[in-house]
T-cell receptor, first 113, second 106 residues
């Protein structure tokens, strides 16, 4: 089915472990985004990508790594997970220009013990 | 420092009431978005606007660029409108408000 998907939907891990959250979209949207959502903070931008092989930091990039070797995939890696990274993570995409309507994935709820 | 402020944070209304949610922002923007997040967590974009007013069904969004303010109105509210409504603005990146939690009681 067309759309934007995230996997896994739920993940529990331990501090210090590496975790990769996957995001896949079928629209060939050029822009993709990773956000985290925490109570009291709203959505905060972690990283975004304007196209394959082009990524840039957002508001809260520390502790995260992204890559975009293919237009349709935008994985987010926590290299050494910390408890403060417990959150709900949303991936989103937009058409070229990055200013258009954002389409959000269903979210991944990550718990770091 | 919050680039985007929404009010109220929580809102309870009776079915059929007219609802207004406000958003003020402090950055220069190219566009403002209103999003809806349902209790299950999914986020849907309702409007993107850079000037004036847009209407979709019972939802109306307005923006005043000079005053850096936007409003989302819901006419004839219904329990299925119960959700969190999020305002987001874009200068060189997106900034999000913390959301307004709306509950519409039958």
């Amino acid at each position: 089915d067309a759309g934007i998907t995230q996997s896994p939907r739920y993940k529990i891990t331990e501090t210090g472990r590496q975790v990769t959250l996957m995001c896949h979209q079928t629209w060939s949207h050029s822009y993709m985004f990773w956000y985290r959502q925490d109570l009291g903070h709203g959505l905060r931008l972690i990283y975004y990508s304007a196209a394959a092989d082009i990524t840039d930091k957002g508001e809260v990039p520390d502790g995260y790594v992204v890559s975009r070797s293919k237009t349709e995939n935008f994985p987010l890696t926590l290299e050494s997970a910390t408890r403060s990274q417990t959150s709900v993570y949303f991936c989103a995409s937009t058409r070229p220009g990055g200013l258009d309507t954002q389409y959000f994935g269903p979210g991944t709820r990550l718990t770091v013990l | 420092k919050n680039e985007v402020e929404q009010s109220p944070q929580n809102l309870t209304a009776q079915e059929g009431e007219f609802i207004t949610i406000n958003c003020s922002y402090s950055v220069g923007i190219s566009a403002l978005h209103w999003l809806q997040q349902h209790p299950g967590g999914g986020i849907v974009s309702l409007f993107m606007l850079s000037s004036g007013k847009k209407k979709h069904g019972r939802l109306i969004a307005t923006i005043n660029i000079q005053e850096k303010h936007s409003s989302l109105h819901i006419t004839a509210s219904h329990p299925r409108d119960s959700a969190v409504y999020i305002c987001a603005v874009r200068d060189n990146q997106f900034y999000f408000g913390t959301g307004t939690s709306l509950t519409v009681i039958p």
